[in-house]
């Protein structure tokens, strides 16, 4: 399926469920592909990627950045404390706030830096206990600690249970943003972004759909 054809089924999304056009991002999750998909991608003029690992983004990124303009990349992996100082240099946004620990030390750079990215807290909504994220019932709290902190909180991010029907958890994400006036809703996926986009995603992380299987050998 090409970059063209991912657009247009979220463009037809969009207007089916009355939103307005453009109103979702796309990101092009490129993690653990070919740096050769990746620039076939950016020439077709895409420029919001994201990519799960700090290490694998700064190999990456930093050359692409001085090839092409306007080059967004978001992390949407689990990130290392000992890691936030690459990440505030390497992203626009972080998705994966889920921890107070993790949230004090990206306030304390924050504020050494005076610039901050955009914040997104991923909410564990199956309260799988081998993902990462907030439960839903500690959401709120934890994201008024975040604001405490002057971290200005963007919006939620979400990676549904693989087994379950993922419109539930796309539901729950938007009721919980609603009540914490975020208007950013991090989820979907290459099988589901159609369904995210009805409850009121604003990014959709899209990766095999654009770029083909990925290969981990």
């Known amino acids: 399926m090409s970059l063209s054809d991912i657009r247009d089924r979220i463009s037809k999304a969009e207007a089916k469920t009355g939103r307005a056009v453009g109103s979702v991002q796309l990101i092009a999750v490129s993690k653990v592909q070919p740096l050769a998909r990746v620039a076939a991608v950016l020439a077709e003029g895409h420029r919001l990627f994201g990519e ?34 690459q990440a505030l240099d390497l992203f626009e946004a972080i998705h994966s706030v889920d921890r107070e620990k993790l949230a004090r030390k990206i306030a304390d750079e924050v504020q050494a830096r005076g610039a901050c990215p955009e914040l997104f807290v991923q909410v564990n909504t199956g309260e799988e206990p081998q993902k990462a994220g907030i439960t839903p019932g500690e959401t709120d709290a934890f994201i008024a600690t975040c604001r405490g902190m002057d971290l200005t909180i963007s919006g939620l991010m979400v990676i549904p249970p693989v087994d379950e029907e993922p419109s ?17 809703l991090s989820m979907g996926m290459s099988g589901d972004f159609e369904k995210a986009i009805a409850f009121g995603a604003t990014h959709v992380r899209v990766g095999s759909a654009i770029f083909g299987e990925r290969s981990y050998g």
């Open 168 to 184: 539930l958890h796309f539901a729950l994400l938007q009721k919980i943003a609603l009540r914490n006036g975020l208007a950013h």
């Open 52 to 85: 799960n690992k700090v290490q694998e983004a700064a190999g990456k990124w930093p050359d692409f950045r001085a090839q092409y303009g306007g080059v967004s990349v978001h992390l949407i992996g689990p990130l290392q404390t000992n890691k936030v100082k």
